[in-house]
C-alpha cells in the first residue's frame, strides 16, 4: 500500500461520519416530528450536528496528532476530549430551559450518531489494509 493509506482511512472515516450525521438528521427529523413536533426536529438536528462536529474532531485529532511525536498525540487527543467534555455541558446548559427543545429527541439522537460513529470506526479498523512497519 501507499505510504498515505492511512491518510485515505481517516478521510473514508470523515465521509462516513459526515454521511451517517445525515442519515441520523433526515430519521430523527421524521421520528422527533412524529413524536414531539417541531421541538423534536430542532433536537434531531442539533444531535445531528453536534455528532458530525465531535465525530470529525476525535478523528482530525487523531489524523494530526498521528503525525507529532508522542507527547504531542497525547496533548492533542486529551486536548480534543476534553474541550468536547466543555462544549457538550456548554450545549447542555443552554438548551436547559429551552421550550421549543426535546430532550429525550436530542439523547436518542446522540446515543445513534455515538453507536454509529463508533461501528464506523471499527469497521474501518478491521477492514483497512495499513502495514504495520514502515520503511
Known amino acids: 500500500m501507499s505510504a498515505n493509506s492511512s ?15 445525515v442519515a441520523v438528521a433526515a430519521v430523527g427529523t421524521l421520528v422527533g416530528y412524529l413524536v414531539a413536533g417541531m421541538p423534536g426536529v430542532f433536537a434531531a438536528l442539533v444531535g445531528a450536528t453536534v455528532s458530525v ?24 487527543v486529551l486536548g480534543g476530549w476534553l474541550l468536547k467534555i466543555l462544549v457538550f455541558a456548554a450545549i447542555l446548559f443552554v438548551l436547559q430551559g429551552a421550550t ?9 439522537a446522540v446515543v445513534a450518531s455515538v453507536l454509529g460513529n463508533l461501528s464506523i470506526d471499527s469497521w474501518l479498523v478491521l477492514t483497512g489494509k495499513i502495514p504495520t512497519v514502515g520503511k
Open 53 to 76: 462536529i465531535f465525530g470529525s474532531m476525535t478523528t482530525l485529532s487523531i489524523w494530526l496528532g498521528g503525525k507529532l511525536p508522542l507527547n504531542g498525540f497525547y496533548g492533542l
Open 7 to 21: 491518510d485515505q482511512l481517516f478521510v473514508k472515516a470523515l465521509r462516513l461520519g459526515t454521511l451517517l450525521a
Open 100 to 108: 421549543n427543545f426535546s430532550g429525550p429527541v436530542f439523547f436518542f
